[in-house]
């Protein structure tokens, strides 16, 4: 059966809706509005992974943040020193005048590492933020 479609007003920073547009016109989409339908089924296909994976994990946490941002360096640092024994090693490159990449490396079980990232995910500056894992055993 064909779903209603439902109708949604959408505010957006200027350079980030161009930027949309320039890939769904080279992806070929049809409308803007298939661009952002598809754009929001992969953000559910990536939150349902993270609810999925369980058990003992090695991750990356890759973190793109605007440094102007007041207090986010701190809030980074205090997640970081309250989860010493799931956070080993992160390296930092300063990426432009405005933005940092941060790289956290965690071992542990996954549903802590969920909550981090996604702790890290709701800080204000934060920009983007990828959660990669592999499994600590494989054989
Ligand atoms: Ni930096």
Known sequence: MEQE??????SLPDNL????DGIIKKR????????????????????????EEEGDRVAVITIIYNHH????NDELLEIQHSSIGLLGTSFHV??????????LLA??????????TEDIMALKG??????????????
């Open 5 to 10: 479609l439902m109708r949604i007003g959408v």
């Open 17 to 20: 809706l161009t930027r949309f």
């Open 28 to 51: 070929g989409y049809s409308s803007r509005s298939e661009g952002i339908r598809d754009a929001i089924r992969n953000y559910i296909v990536d939150y349902e992974w993270m609810g």
């Open 69 to 72: 941002q007041r207090g986010l």
């Open 94 to 103: 300063h990426l432009d005048h405005d933005n940092c990449l941060e790289v």
């Open 107 to 116: 071992r542990g079980n996954m549903r802590d590492i969920k909550q981090i």
């Open 126 to 139: 934060v920009k983007h933020v990828k959660l990669t894992t592999t499994s600590k055993t494989l054989d």
